[in-house]
């Protein structure tokens, strides 16, 4: 039997049955498909988790209120203090240590924002000009908030892509005066981009001086004070450093957390772990659901058609050319169930994406590379299975069996 | 041409052995024509199939123009089938999903004979089997005749010299059942060996060969004036 002849008895098979082979079709590429998202699921959340806390640079380090007794551990980041850190203090921290390049405190809160007759309900950042630079963000125009002395504050501030839209329309940016609250201030300049941190949207924000947004949340501490280092500096005596001065301002009470990069991706490590293993179990679980369903199929697909192999051996057909020609067609059906399926986990994924932006679902890559294996695997295993049976059968038995 | 001597083959329904061929001799001779009758469970179609070599029997031998075989391996069994026997069953047995042409071209596609040279013999068969303008039409689309027609298109496209037919008119109303007969009786005599297992008295009768079955045995075996209904 030519190779040509046998590929198209078996397309055949698949496009003259068109309400079976499409039903194949589409269990296969469910298979395939739930594989491809899932894992993408998966992995999406992985990555946001790990992005959301790697964002330090290795220069980088941050500072919380309170103390956690046990090392390794998260640090507190929602910051349940018994005493705050103050603006002074990191003014202090910032002007006495040489390790300290720059400092960026941060107060977070939300406000209504108002321009003329608009008013929006967003995120206040209450940070300063390092802030930008530590967090590399990009301007889509004007520029960076005055620096300076970071317990004046100033009446200039910067806004989000989104806020920008929303808000003053298409009125000019730079320039403009907005209302946060009972604060007026005047915008230097719109941020790029969504430049996500520490799961705030920052297109959906505005970013004012640190010693403004105290004012307006009438809070004295701050949320958390990120630390750039001088060059050439060493993470670990620096946060030695910031220990014992903190400590010394708190009268001796060592009740502030400093982390480095290295601590923070130390305690990411365990909850990045359990995420991997989570993917990997998720993957598991629908590449077997898949398998089993693959399974089935073909089991139903090939004991169906039982007369049809004692009919080629009554044909001169032997045992090894209609096992042949039947994992053939198995094979064919299942890789295009599973190409099948890989286009329409894409369209689910890419669908997932436009739904949450923040998170990008991307399957690894083994994902589908095993997916489609399975499938096809599966495929051909579980035809061998009962054409070995029907073709060892005397064909006019197996043509009896309507 | 056959030659069957002490072909047994025994089935078991449950703990009971049946002896569906019991120590069965024959010996038929190129272009004979025989019919093998007998009740139902007389061993009819098991006889059938051993000598379509779609079964193997428990002790005995068979050889096929001098070839031993029950000692041949599986492959080697389906490519004697495949150049020298043909089948035509009561039910047409054709595949659904294919055109009656590409029905026909089955066997021969099989054995790997080109595409062109396929399509040129099965229209030959299709032509002498009047069956010409059919080509095209899915086996749903023909009636019973038709169908029929295209089975034994198959079986003798690949010109066997023995043609095997089990109950080949079952399934036909009586006039294209007669056409049918009269095809296959035309093959015979071109030469073709022909066997035709069947119930119906009036068909077994056409044979110059007549062989009875009961319980596994051959009990008659006549041969000669056969009164031919018209």
């Known amino acids: ?402 | 041409m056959i030659e069957l001597k002490d072909i047994s083959k025994t089935f078991y329904l449950g703990d009971q052995a049946v002896h569906a061929l019991d120590k069965v001799n024959l010996s038929i001779a190129q272009g004979e024509y025989l019919s093998v009758m007998g009740p139902s469970g007389s061993g009819k179609s098991t006889l059938l199939n051993m000598l379509g070599l779609l079964d193997l029997p428990d002790a005995g031998s068979f050889t096929l123009d001098g070839t031993e075989t029950t000692t041949l391996a599986e492959p080697e069994r389906a490519l004697l089938r495949s150049e020298m026997i043909g089948f035509v069953f009561q039910a047409y047995h054709l595949i659904p999903r294919l055109t009656a042409r590409e029905n026909i071209e089955l066997p021969m596609m099989l054995v790997g004979i080109p595409a062109r040279e396929r399509r040129a013999l099965a229209e030959q068969a299709m032509a002498r089997l009047g069956i010409a303008e059919r080509g095209h039409h899915l086996p749903r689309q023909l009636s019973g005749g038709q169908r029929q027609r295209v089975a034994l298109a198959r079986a003798i496209v690949r010109r066997p010299r023995l043609l095997l037919a089990d109950e080949p008119t079952g399934n036909l109303d009586s006039r294209s059942g007669a056409e049918v007969v009269e095809l296959i009786e035309e093959l015979n005599d071109e030469g073709i060996t022909l066997l035709v297992v069947t119930h119906d008295a009036a068909l077994g009768r056409r044979a110059a060969r007549r062989i009875t079955m009961v319980d596994g045995r051959v009990v008659a075996d006549e041969t000669g004036a056969n009164n031919v209904s018209p």
């Open chain 1, 1 to 402: 039997m030519f190779p040509r002849d046998a590929a198209q008895y078996c397309w055949q098979a698949i496009s003259r049955y068109r309400f079976r082979s499409a039903m194949v079709l589409l269990a296969i590429s469910l298979g395939v498909a739930s594989v491809v998202v899932f894992t993408a699921l998966g992995e999406g959340a992985r990555r946001y988790v790990f992005d959301e806390f790697s964002y330090l640079g290795a220069d980088v380090l941050a500072v919380f209120p309170g103390r956690n007794e046990t090392t390794g551990g998260l640090p507190p980041v929602t910051g349940t203090a018994a005493r705050d850190i103050t603006l002074d203090e990191a003014y202090i921290l910032q002007r006495r240590l040489s390790a300290v390049e720059d400092v960026a405190p941060v107060v977070i809160g939300s406000a209504d924002v108002s321009f003329g007759e608009r008013a929006r309900e967003v995120l206040i950042l209450g940070s300063s000009a390092a802030f930008v630079d530590i967090r590399q963000l990009e301007f889509a125009e004007g520029k960076n908030i005055r620096s300076g002395d970071i317990r004046k504050a100033g009446d200039d501030c910067l806004i989000g892509e989104t806020l920008r839209r929303e808000i003053l329309g298409s009125n000019p940016a730079v320039g403009a005066s907005l209302r946060v609250a009972d604060y007026r201030c005047r915008v230097v300049g719109v941020l790029a981009g969504r430049g996500d941190a520490m799961g705030m949207d920052l297109s959906d924000a505005v970013l004012i001086p640190v010693a403004a947004a105290q004012r307006l949340f009438n809070t004295p501490g701050l949320f958390r004070l990120i630390v750039k280092l001088a060059p050439g500096r060493d993470a670990e005596t620096s946060r030695q450093q910031i220990l014992a001065l903190m400590k010394t301002l708190h009268q001796g009470e060592e009740d502030v957390t400093v982390v480095s990069p290295d601590a923070m991706l130390s305690s990411l490590d365990g909850i990045l772990r359990t995420m991997n293993l989570g993917v990997a179990a998720i993957a598991s679980i629908s590449l077997l659901v898949a398998g089993v369903l693959i399974m089935n199929i073909t089991l139903i697909n090939v004991t169906q058609r039982t007369e049809e192999i004692g009919l080629l051996k009554a044909l001169g057909a032997s045992t090894r050319q209609v096992t042949k020609l039947f994992l053939l067609e198995s094979t064919l059906s299942c890789s295009l169930g599973a190409l099948l399926g890989l286009v329409f986990g894409a369209v689910l994924v890419f669908a997932a994406r436009l739904l949450m932006p923040g998170i990008a679902f991307v399957p690894p890559v083994w994902a589908p590379v095993l997916a489609v294996l399975v499938a096809v695997v599966s495929g051909a295993a579980f035809a061998w299975v009962p054409v070995r049976r029907a073709s060892a059968l005397a064909p006019v038995v197996a043509l009896q069996k309507h």
